[in-house]
């Protein structure tokens, strides 16, 4: 079992940026990839990011160039830099790990992000 309590969430305008935190009650060594999805009003849920122990990174088409994945072990954390904050990246954003033991995934509770224009 794990816990993941995401925050870095808010309001900001277009343009701007904010980080988003996601930090695990345990180590986060045998957990790959870790990730962060989101979901807007009537939309499903989708991958924005993604990175594995070995620091190899996946993103959306959608932030390409704009969100940068990373994370620490040692920290049991990992982080979501946004930049270039758009109207339409306006979500709910969850901090997802999968545990390379069992095969579970394990989610934040998330943390709302809103792009104002």
């Known amino acids: 079992q794990v816990q993941l309590v995401e925050s870095g969430g808010g309001l900001v305008q277009a343009g701007g940026s904010l980080r988003l935190s996601c930090v695990a009650s345990?180590?986060?060594?045998?957990?790959?990839?870790m990730g962060w999805y989101r979901q807007a009003p009537r939309n499903q849920r989708e991958l924005v990011a993604s990175?594995?122990?070995?620091?190899?990174?996946n993103y959306a088409d959608s932030v390409k160039g704009r969100f940068t994945i990373s994370r620490d072990n040692t920290k049991n954390t990992v982080w979501l830099q946004m930049n270039s904050l758009k109207p339409e990246d306006t979500a709910v954003y969850y901090c997802?790990?999968?545990?390379?033991?069992?095969?579970?995934?394990?989610w934040g509770q998330g943390t709302q992000v809103t792009v104002s224009s």
């Open positions: 997802n790990v999968h545990s390379m033991m069992t095969g579970r995934d394990y």
């Open positions: 345990r180590s986060i060594v045998s957990f790959s990839p």
């Open positions: 990175i594995t122990n070995g620091g190899s990174t």
